[in-house]
Nanobody, 122 residues
Framework: QVQLVESGGGLVQAGDSLRLSCTASGRAFSPSAMGWFRQAPGKERQFVGTITWSAGNTVYADYVKGRFTISRDSSKNTVYLRLNSLEPEDTAVYYC???????????????WGQGTEVTVSS
């Protein structure tokens, strides 16, 4: 079993930046990819982006528009989500997820964290 723990959320003002972290623990961790998702109040969960674990290739949702960056440190079993130029519309609970197979291409992930809340005030 793999446990994912997110951290780094908080209350910020529009235009600010945050870096979210997601650290994995449990059995030997070697995912196919790690993804970030978010869920705003009253809305469905939304894909943010993904990073492949071995090569570090990234894929982002169109709405990210270059404001967000995903990176990983495999030595720490940690993936990061850098959020720049935050807008009130970015207010959401941000979740990380791990995919053990190539089904991340279908947005299918096997393990999920509990989420970290980001609130952006105008």
């Amino acid at each position: 079993q793999v446990q994912l723990v997110e951290s780094g959320g908080g209350l910020v003002q529009a235009g600010d930046s945050l870096r979210l972290s997601c650290t994995a623990s449990g059995r030997a961790f070697s995912p196919s990819a790690m993804g970030w998702f978010r869920q705003a109040p009253g809305k469905e969960r939304q894909f943010v982006g993904t990073i492949t674990w071995s090569a570090g290739n990234t894929v982002y949702a169109d709405y990210v528009k270059g404001r967000f960056t995903i990176s990983r440190d495999s030595s720490k079993n940690t993936v990061y989500l850098r959020l720049n130029s935050l807008e009130p519309e970015d207010t959401a609970v941000y979740y990380c997820a791990a995919a053990t197979t190539g089904r991340w291409l279908l947005n299918e992930y096997d393990f999920w964290g509990q989420g970290t809340e980001v609130t952006v005030s105008s």
